[in-house]
């Protein structure tokens, strides 16, 4: 109550917010009433009107957070053009985005300044991509938040495959062993491609079981195996040629 000549700090605590504001003299004499309101759209520092009411608008704290996704870490060849993604939380209706991307001697290779929360740049293996996420919200913290970092890595799947059915064959007529035996096909697949597939099937499989192993090479030279059986038996009957017929005397006196 009463003129005020100077300004004075005061102090407020509201929904476990606290915080401190000026009150500025007003040279007016009576009351000077000074109302704390709390709004979330508002901002976080005082916003004071003309007259004898100075309004406080105070918010609750928010916490602002970003997390940045590719489809893969995995580069199936390097350097790579790979997208970037982030998502914040409390960004607000607009978010300023710094994009950084860091090499294998942490070195700061890049940055890029952007309102988009889409990234798109050539990486090598060892690279490492972040974002720093500038929201507009007003009592969004922190600022800026910072994301996860995604480093980029060198291919070390290994290939899938799958060998075709175990094989059971005959030999071929009037031989001990198989040839030109039907395989079937192994079936494969890679995250980066598959280069070669080869087997050691031999060219004539004897009798009994032979184990077939298949092998699927990828564009980044990993591999990976399976076996089959091949089963060759003998089904062919021998074959018998009886002397001709033969005539004899019986012996004398017999």
């Known amino acids: 109550s009463g003129a005020n000549s100077g300004s004075q700090t005061q102090s407020v605590v509201l929904n476990g917010v606290s915080g401190t504001f000026n009150v500025v003299g007003l040279n007016i004499s009576g009351n000077t009433t000074i109302t704390i309101t709390n709004i979330e759209s508002g901002g976080c520092s005082t916003v004071p009107t003309t007259g004898q009411s100075d309004i406080f608008v105070v918010n609750d704290v928010v916490t602002a957070s970003v997390s940045i996704s590719t489809d893969s870490d995995i580069l199936c060849s390097s350097p790579s053009t790979k997208t970037f993604t982030a998502t914040t939380i409390n960004g607000g209706p607009f978010t300023l985005y710094k994009?950084?991307?860091?090499d294998a001697l942490g070195i700061v290779i890049n940055v890029t300044n952007s309102i988009s929360n889409v990234f798109t740049y050539s990486v090598s293996?060892?690279?490492?991509?972040?974002?720093?996420a500038t929201s507009i919200k007003p009592c969004a913290i922190p600022k800026p938040a910072?994301?996860?970092?995604?480093t980029m890595v060198p291919d070390t799947v290994a290939p899938l495959i799958s060998c075709p059915a175990a094989v059971t064959v005959s030999?071929?007529?009037?031989?001990?062993?198989?040839?030109?035996?039907?395989?079937g096909n192994?079936?494969?697949t890679d995250n980066c491609g598959v280069d070669t597939l080869t087997n050691d099937a031999p060219a004539n499989f004897?009798?009994?079981?032979?184990?077939?192993?298949?092998?699927?090479?990828?564009?980044n030279n990993n591999q990976h195996s399976c076996t089959q059986i091949v089963t060759v038996t003998d089904t062919e009957k021998p074959v018998i040629t009886?002397?001709?017929?033969v005539s004899v005397v019986a012996d004398a006196g017999l």
């Open 99 to 102: 994009w950084k991307v860091i």
């Open 125 to 132: 293996v060892g690279d490492k991509v972040v974002c720093d």
């Open 146 to 150: 910072t994301s996860n970092e995604i």
């Open 171 to 183: 030999t071929d007529a009037g031989f001990c062993t198989a040839s030109n035996v039907s395989l």
């Open 186 to 188: 192994a079936l494969t």
């Open 206 to 219: 004897p009798i009994g079981t032979t184990t077939v192993t298949w092998t699927v090479t990828d564009v």
């Open 242 to 245: 009886c002397p001709t017929d």
